[in-house]
């Protein structure tokens, strides 16, 4: 049996013996829209729950376009032309366009020229998101929970605010897309580190596919509500990274017929767990580095035995990321069963902890490999994973371990399908 596996920006073939009996499982199918940038424009001027764009400001009013990083695969090229024609009123220079890094590294100016193209980097403001410089964060509000809001300053000084990127599922805040522009995109390191606190991440509804109740999510979109002027433009896209539709308007309304929309596609489920899960991380630009790549470990988690193994074939061009708390976290402990404890005696000040409660979490399940021909095996080994370099030779092994009957499972798109156990 062969099947390709999303990796980096050529995919991975992997061939494996006739003889296993192996359950592929892919989000359904969804055909692309036949024009993305009419899609895109009849969205802007037939929004969900609000006026057109058009109406929405003044020639005058200055227009903030938050845009998402190096990590997502948001096709801006497509996006870009129609919206900018909408605003076609608004003078040139008082259009900046905001990165919503959250947490991650600054994207360099060759990313970004892939992410917007050429004209946009060269004619328009681009403002990236720096939780290290604390200065530039303004205090708007205080949720129900208690987390102090504190959003870039140069975000606020806006009279129109458009989120834009993709729904896609998320394994701690239910999907992504809406308000996670703003936070954890626009937002200071310890509003982000509060919605992402343990105490969050701990809870039962903090998990793919569930928005309404999980605390990290409806955190996120109370922190919308401090600020005005906001209006959504979101996508979803297939396996192929392919617009299959448009979501744009009012941030709840819009973002939740886009939930529904992607949950319909990305929904799947197993009458079994497994004993292996083969998966990726759906390919560049999100398998990066080993950080973005729980993601699609979490994925594989939810099907795969206690006791089990998880494959995932992920680039990781970018490394684990260096420099990163991520990395000092991984390698302050000499083991996966210390992991947990280490976050949590030491989360008031490091950052990335939450990445790492969930590798924890599917380590003390499952062991997990990682196939990357980027990285070192060493390298590998310092992230707490074992290294693979031949994903057949390896499955042959786990079956004369796990046995004859051995069941295996192949999530070919990582974290673009949530698969869940059903024994419906």
Same mark, same amino acid.
Not at 131 to 157: C, D, H, P, Q
Not at 159 to 180: Q, R, V, W, Y
Not at 265 to 286: C, E, Q
Not at 354 to 366: D, P, T
């Given at each position: ?85 909408? *605003? ?16 991650? =590294? ?6 970004? #020229? ?19 410089? $604390? ?38 805040? @239910? ?35 569930? #928005? ?40 709840? $309304? ?41 993601? @699609? ?16 074939? %992920? ?8 420099? $990163? ?55 590998? =080994?310092?992230? *707490? ?7 057949? %030779? ?27 156990? %059903?024994?419906?």
């Amino acid at each position: 049996m062969k099947f390709n596996l999303p990796y980096g920006k050529t995919g991975l073939m992997v061939d494996l013996s006739d003889d296993l009996e192996i359950d592929i499982v892919e989000p359904r199918w969804i055909n692309p829209v036949e024009e993305g940038a009419s899609a895109i424009a009849n969205a802007l001027q037939k929004p969900i729950g609000c006026k057109p764009l058009k109406e929405l400001f003044k020639p005058s009013d200055k227009v903030a376009i938050i845009f998402s990083d190096i990590t997502r695969a948001t096709p801006y090229k497509i996006i870009l032309p129609p919206l900018l024609a909408e *605003l076609k009123d608004i003078q040139k220079n008082n259009i900046r366009f905001f990165c919503s890094n959250g947490t991650h =590294r600054l994207a360099t100016k060759e990313e970004l #020229t892939s992410i917007l193209g050429k004209y946009f980097v060269e004619n328009y403001t681009i403002i990236q998101n720096d939780v290290r410089n $604390s200065g530039s964060f303004e205090y708007v509000g205080t949720t129900t929970s208690g987390n102090r809001i504190a959003l870039n300053k140069e975000i606020l000084k806006n009279d129109l605010i458009i989120l834009t990127g993709f729904i896609e599922p998320h394994f701690f805040a @239910g999907f992504s897309g809406g308000g996670k522009a703003l936070v954890p995109g626009m937002a200071s390191i310890e509003t982000i580190k509060y919605n992402h606190s343990i105490a969050h991440l701990s809870q039962k509804d903090v998990t793919w596919g569930i #928005t309404t109740g999980n605390p990290i999510w409806e955190e996120i979109m109370e922190a919308t509500d401090f600020v005005s002027g906001l209006f959504l433009l979101n996508i979803t896209l297939n396996k192929s990274k392919l617009i299959t539709n448009v979501f744009a308007g009012d941030v709840r $309304s819009a973002h939740k017929a886009g939930c529904q929309f992607a949950k319909d596609s990305a929904m799947a489920p197993v009458n079994k767990l497994y004993d292996i899960v083969i998966t990726s991380n759906s390919g560049f630009p999100l398998d990066l580095n080993i950080y973005q790549t729980v993601k @699609g470990m979490c994925a594989a988690g939810q099907i795969v035995k206690k006791g089990g193994t998880i494959i995932i074939a %992920s680039e990781c061009w970018d490394g684990i990321p260096g420099n $990163s708390d991520y990395e000092t976290i991984l390698k302050s402990v000499k083991n996966v069963s210390e992991l947990k404890k280490f976050i949590q005696d030491n989360e008031s000040s490091l950052n990335d902890t939450w990445q790492i409660y969930f590798q924890a979490l599917i380590q003390q399940k499952a062991d997990i490999y990682l196939y990357s021909h980027k990285l070192d095996d060493s390298l590998i =080994r310092s992230a *707490l994973l074992n290294p693979v370099n031949d994903i057949k %030779s390896l499955i042959n092994k786990l079956v004369n371990k796990y046995g004859p009957q051995t069941s295996i499972c192949v999530l070919p798109d990582g974290p673009l399908t949530i698969p869940y156990f %059903s024994n419906r």
